[in-house]
């Protein structure tokens, strides 16, 4: 066995049977691996994508074949033959050709991309097939089965029941009718029914009209959005498409995949969060007859093979999945969307650290179909490649209702008491609310009861004992909770430092806010949401479908409630406290809190009656919160992007962020200074324009007992930034101790 040095060589496969098999292997070893072939070859010839048995050290772990060759460093005697073959086929082309796309760009190991994008059973060596199931039908008329039974009258039933079905029963159907598995095989063996498998997800079984329901009539800036996507079905063609919320994004969404779908194509459609996924699916399947699959990480891995097998083979014509989904096969690509584009789930925060909007974009290139981003607060990435032109901005500006969106009023909290969280003109607009028979969300992104727990008497706070951050109250059930490495203690009785028994909640959670509006509003059912409330499976959607019913009520939810759900009864939105992202020291922090209010202001008057949106603020006169406010999130996102070009930073900037982390905090300084003097010394010879910056510790420099310090490169050529990393990468690799974790962050969402 010995290793290639360039993962992305792929000599193509010659007539002849090659000697050796390059396969990348799940490792973090940033190479491949030599093995001889052994055993018959398969029916297309050895090449790139088929998945083999490789014995690795002590372990048979499963490999992907990446190139085959005549030649290998090592002679042919010191290579160990592969263990097994598992494919006759290889992996599809599109799917090897993104996996390698972004080990390259995020200097990530190939096999364990690879690994990373199959599903479960294909890594542990499971043959790629769709799991089937039996349907049943009658073979001949229902006078001819029926003639000779007379004396099987449990038979008989069973060939009247499946008589009232042309398309056929599964065999789930007809047991649940009481019937055996011996009487179907009993007409089988007579010939009066008939067997046929057929895939358990996505069947070829749909016929008839694409449609289930017509399409809505659409607007004319709708007509004329859809209209422009329409001119470029046939290539690359990134769109924008911004809109407000509450804009008819979906609509677009769902007309031109019908165009789509009746080139018999497919499309591939992304969400930020597995909470929106029920929501999109239940739609999408109520306007096509058209199969519609999931990928999220709510399912089981066989229900995941299954999803991503109909989508390969082209069964499924319409894929709905979170960010993983990005890596799913699709046999005939006609389109990509990514909803909500601006939203931070879809950059995978740790292993391998991807971006499956930016993904997104480098598939709908390489397959040359168009890719739509929508959202109703646009990232700054996403705009300034609108400004420039290398998208085409596409803009809604109207809500399908006939009301405009609320704006945001702004209520100073200075030197008033509050119940809650809550002061009292909140709470008079909130009862004025429900008279008028609305709904009410109280918008409070903090889980528990209250951030921190103080004495008193002596000012002792309670503080994660693991981390550098103080522990969250919760009360159903009484503990204190770091929200970091969810360490869990005892709710204390008395001060640990003081012995008092005066210990007070400081701020307001989820928890204290439903509370206090139970209290408040005794006779108006209050619904919690969060991800405390909605662990249990299905839990959000029974919380989601009692609100939708329509009756007053009173909402309490985390920024789980401001992603993109329809809630056509709320007409007042309360923010709690907007300021959490004011005076941050990440840079896209402002960005992402303006965005989050947006979002989470969008959920009133979305229907019938117009809404109100009362932002509770420390700081009212915040130039930044006051633009948002004034003249909304476009005027406020153009405003940030002129300072981040005059700052120097991303999208003007490219970054990287290495980062190291160890129990001893002089391990990772003295790692982190190493590596960051002897990459200013390559810098200097290599006369890259890349600038380095560091070691520094992380905004949050002790977590889960482990000290944490990063080092920030930078560059105005994206070219040098991967150059600059992947040499980084090889030294860190050759000179790092296993006392210290490093990682290397290609285009970081944050920076702690």
């Known amino acids: 066995m010995a290793d290639s040095k360039v993962e992305s060589r792929n000599v193509a496969t010659t007539p002849s049977a090659p000697r050796v098999l390059r396969v990348a292997v799940p490792t973090p070893l940033r190479r491949l691996f030599d093995y001889r072939p052994k055993g018959p070859p398969p029916s297309g010839g050895w090449q790139p994508g088929l998945r083999v048995k490789v014995p690795f050290g002590q372990r048979q772990l499963v490999g992907i074949v990446m190139a085959c060759d005549d030649h290998s460093e090592l002679p042919a005697n010191q290579l160990k033959p592969i263990g097994s073959r598992l494919d006759d086929e290889p992996l599809p082309a599109d799917w090897l050709w993104l996996c390698r796309f972004t080990a390259r760009y995020y200097l990530h190991s190939l096999g364990d991309t690879l690994h990373h994008a199959l599903p479960a059973p294909l890594r542990q060596g499971r043959p790629l097939e769709a799991r089937t199931r039996e349907r049943w039908r009658l073979a001949t008329s229902l006078e001819q089965a029926l003639a000779g039974l007379e004396r099987a009258p449990r038979q008989r039933s069973l060939v009247e029941l499946l008589a009232q079905h042309s398309h056929g029963l599964v065999t789930s159907a007809i047991t649940v009718q009481g019937f055996t598995r011996a009487q179907l095989q009993g007409l089988l063996g007579k010939g009066l029914i008939a067997c046929q498998q057929e895939p358990l997800t996505a069947g070829d079984n749909w016929r008839g009209p694409l449609l289930a329901e017509p399409a809505l009539p659409l607007n004319r800036e709708q007509a004329a959005a859809l209209a422009a996507i329409h001119e470029s079905l046939d290539r690359y063609h990134p769109c924008l498409l911004h809109g407000v919320t ?12 019908e165009g789509v779908l009746a080139q018999g194509r497919q499309a591939l459609v992304l969400v930020p969060e597995i909470g929106l996924t029920p929501q999109t699916l239940a739609r999408f399947r109520k306007r096509f ?43 005939r690509p006609g389109v990509i969307i990514v909803d909500e584009e601006h939203d931070g789930s879809f950059k995978q925060q740790d292993g391998l650290r991807y971006h499956a909007r930016d993904l997104a974009i480098a598939r709908a290139h390489r397959e040359a179909i168009p890719i739509l981003l929508g959202s109703a607060t646009p990232s700054l990435e996403s705009l300034a490649q609108a400004r420039s032109g290398r998208y085409r901005h596409l803009r809604l500006t109207q809500r399908a209702s006939r009301h405009a969106p609320a704006k945001l009023e702004l209520v100073d909290l200075r030197g008033r008491p509050r119940q809650g969280g809550l002061i009292a003109p909140v709470i008079d607009a909130i009862r004025q609310a429900l008279k008028a028979e609305g709904q009410v969300l109280v918008f409070i992104n903090r889980r528990g009861f209250a951030p921190s727990l103080a004495c008193h008497q002596c000012g002792w706070i309670a503080e994660c004992r693991h981390c550098d951050s103080r522990m969250t109250l919760h009360r159903q059930p009484p503990r204190l909770v770091c929200h970091h490495c969810e360490h869990q203690t005892p709710q204390p009785d008395a001060c640990p430092a003081c012995g008092s028994a005066d210990l007070r909640p ?58 993109g759900h329809h809630l056509p009864h709320v007409t007042l939105v309360v923010v709690v406290n907007a300021d959490a992202g004011l005076y941050a020291s990440d840079f896209r922090a402002l960005e992402q809190s303006a965005q989050l209010l947006v979002q989470v202001a969008g959920r009133a008057g979305r229907a019938e009656r117009s809404g109100r949106v009362l932002v509770q603020t420390l700081h009212p006169d915040d130039p930044n919160l006051r633009l948002l406010a004034d003249s ?54 290599r006369q890259l324009a890349v600038h380095c910056l560091g070691p520094v510790p992380a905004p949050m420099e002790r977590r889960q007992n482990r000290y944490h310090l990063q080092l920030m490169l930078s560059s105005d050529k994206r070219s040098a930034l991967h150059e600059t990393g992947a040499w980084l990468i090889g030294w860190l690799e050759n000179s790092a101790s296993r006392r210290v974790r490093w990682s290397l962050d290609i285009d970081p969402m944050t920076l702690s």
């Open 246 to 257: 509450g804009s008819g994004k979906t609509e677009v969404y769902l007309q031109l995949i």
């Open 506 to 563: 400081l701020g307001a959670g989820t928890e204290r806010s439903e509370e206090t509006l139970a209290t408040l509003f005794p006779d108006t059912p209050v619904y919690r949401i969060d991800r405390d409330s909605t662990r249990r499976k299905e839990a959000f959607d029974q919380l989601l479908t009692e609100v939708r019913r329509g009756e007053p009520g009173l909402l309490v939810g985390t920024q789980m409630l401001a992603k």
């Open 289 to 331: 007859r058209a199969p519609v699959v999931a990928l999220h990480s709510g399912l089981t891995d066989l229900e995941r093979l299954d999803a991503w097998e109909a989508a390969r083979s082209g069964r499924a014509p319409i894929v709905i999945g979170t960010r993983s989904a990005i890596f799913t096969p699709l046999a």
């Open 632 to 685: 909304g999130y476009d005027a406020l996102a153009y405003q940030l992007l002129e300072e981040r070009r005059l700052a120097g930073l991303p999208p003007y900037r490219h970054l990287a962020l290495a980062r190291f982390e160890a129990v001893r905090e002089a391990d990772a300084q003295e790692l982190s200074q190493a590596a960051g003097e002897a990459l200013r010394q390559w810098l200097d010879k």
